[in-house]
């Protein structure tokens, strides 16, 4: 699976951002898809996932109530729609894809996309 981010940005703090993570190579049908950050000097922190064939959402406390994700099969993209930004959503986030087990639960996937900058001042 090929994944190809895309939407970071710099924007102040309330405002929003669209993620998107393009996906190619494999069908999804069975994989879940999900978006994790990193902040400097931070682990890598799991934000999002989506079981791409029942539409099941996951989502980090962190981001509760503000972000959301969701999927377009037609054109194999997954999307971060992120609300009411903080600067502590201040991340390189990557889209990854893997298993559900193991984008939800160990949250260790095999699949990454290159990180895009999210940037929210104060």
């Known amino acids: 699976v090929q994944l190809q981010a895309s939407g970071g940005g710099l924007v102040q703090a309330g405002g929003s951002l669209r993620l998107s993570c393009a996906a190619s190579?494999?069908?999804?049908?069975?994989?879940?898809m999900g978006w994790f950050r990193q902040a400097p000097g931070q682990e890598l922190e799991f934000v999002a996932a989506?079981?791409?064939?029942?539409?099941?959402?996951y989502y980090a406390d962190s981001v509760k109530g503000r972000f959301t994700i969701s999927r377009d099969n037609a054109k194999n993209t997954v999307y971060l729609q992120m609300n009411s930004l903080k600067p502590e959503d201040t991340a390189v986030y990557y889209c990854?894809?893997?298993?559900?087990?193991?984008?939800?639960?160990?949250?260790?996937?095999?699949?990454w996309g290159q990180g895009t900058q999210v940037t929210v001042s104060s």
């Open positions: 990854a894809a893997d298993s559900t087990y193991n984008i939800v639960v160990v949250k260790r996937p095999g699949y």
């Open positions: 190579g494999r069908t999804l049908v069975n994989y879940a």
């Open positions: 989506i079981i791409w064939s029942s539409s099941s959402t």
